[in-house]
């Protein structure tokens, strides 16, 4: 479990492609792999994976190697990130940690595409398309993990096609820890929705839906 808030970028360092996976290796500042251990898992844009290696890079960088299977590659961001790309990336969290953001499983349930960006002087907008099985999770100021970063949803809007886009208000600090500040048009982001979201959402449609079925056949 993660917390959405992202506690460093890291740079992706090398990419080996094998047969339906590929190990990628990125570098992060050398106090993120203090006490880690081989096997921990670390999200990487929001997708829970596992460290199976580690070591010291030089004086201020680590390095930490990931498998990532084609299922993953298939269904986030992942499989399009290129030596250089920024990643961003937050350890575990553990009993008793302050929850900045709200609780983040790392598992991605859909991508989203970046169709505006407004920058000014204090902030960011940023406006997001995402298909329409999706947008009865998306209520404005309610929570979403966007390449794994906690952020309150802004203004959403119904398409004709029946797809969702919504806004996100950057701070400048937010975008100063993330990769969210280098997004361009046409990029896809992990988005991961807020479990208590759609629990809440699911329940509801299904008392409703048994409900009408109850009382259709009441009336017949």
């Not at 407004?118 to 902030?123: A, E, H, K, L, Q």
Request: glycine letters at 8%; one cysteine or more.
């Amino acid at each position: 479990m993660f917390t959405g808030i992202v506690q460093s970028t890291g740079q992706v360092n090398s990419i080996k492609i094998g047969d339906n996976f590929k190990h990628i290796e990125i570098l992060v500042p050398i106090q993120f792999i203090n006490n880690l251990e081989t096997g921990a898992s670390v999200a990487n844009n929001g997708v829970c994976l596992t460290a199976v290696n580690f070591a010291k890079f030089d004086a201020n960088t680590a390095v930490i190697g990931f498998d990532v299977i084609d299922e993953t590659l298939r269904l986030t961001n992942l499989d399009a990130i290129k030596e250089n790309s920024l990643i961003n990336v937050e350890r575990s969290m553990k009993a008793g940690d302050e929850i900045g953001g709200h609780i983040v499983s790392g598992h991605i349930h859909t991508m989203a595409s970046l169709v505006e960006r407004i920058d000014s002087t204090d902030n960011c907008q940023l406006k997001f398309a995402i298909k329409s099985e999706w947008k009865k999770y998306i209520f404005a100021k309610g929570f979403i993990a966007v390449n794994g970063a906690s952020l309150t949803l802004g203004e959403v809007e119904t398409l004709d096609n029946g797809d969702c886009e919504f806004l996100l208000h950057l701070i400048p600090e937010t975008l100063e820890r993330t990769n969210l500040s280098v997004l361009t048009l046409g990029d896809n982001v992990n988005i991961e929705i807020d479990q208590q979201t759609m629990t809440i959402v699911d329940s509801i449609e299904r008392i409703m839906s048994e409900r009408l079925l109850t009382e259709g056949s009441l009336n017949v």
